[in-house]
């Protein structure tokens, strides 16, 4: 069984197997989160990056670490927020599946998430939640414990009710 945790913190520092890169389509460096993992990651990324040919929403890709404590970034693409009416949910868990079954296929045992979709693609916090650690719990995988890396209190404070 999966072990859960939410933690506030810089997901660029946690010391584990693989994290999760909230990209965007083109895995091209982007704003919030996307933009910090690129810039600590070291130049090697981008190019890394490019070669993948992109990333549909809902799925996932990975590049080697770089410059990062992890030795594994997971590339997943979730859903802009669109009203919740067109997939939104089954895409976004469609992205927590996909970076489970892509760090399976790298053999890593522990791997940190950011809150997908609830920066600039407008995903609400809570709803973002939910989806996240009901996916998480029920997914069949090897790796062995999950680190959600909150950015700030609130996004915490949602984490920590959601898997008490």
């Not at 929403?57 to 594994?72: E, M, N, Q, Y």
């Not at 989806?131 to 890396?149: M, S, Y």
Request: glycine fraction near 12%; charged fraction near 20%.
């Amino acid at each position: 069984m999966t072990r859960l945790q939410a933690v506030r913190g810089d997901i660029t520092t946690a010391t584990v197997d693989a994290i999760v890169n909230a990209a965007n389509t083109a895995l091209a460096p982007g704003g919030g989160v996307c933009g910090a993992i690129f810039a600590a990651a070291g130049p090697g990324l981008p190019e890394a990056c490019a070669a993948l040919g992109g990333c549909a929403t809902g799925d996932a890709k990975a590049t080697p670490g770089f410059g990062l404590p992890a030795r594994w970034i997971i590339h997943a693409v979730g859903p802009a927020w669109q009203g919740g009416q067109r997939g939104e949910p089954a895409a976004l868990a469609s992205a927590y599946r996909r970076c489970l079954a892509v760090a399976d296929e790298l053999e890593a045992r522990s791997v940190a998430f950011p809150a997908i979709s609830t920066g600039i693609y407008g995903y609400p916090l809570e709803a973002a939640t939910d989806v996240a650690v009901d996916t998480v719990r029920v997914a069949e995988t090897k790796v062995e414990a999950v680190r959600f890396v909150c950015f700030d209190g609130r996004t915490l404070d949602a984490y920590e009710q959601r898997l008490a």
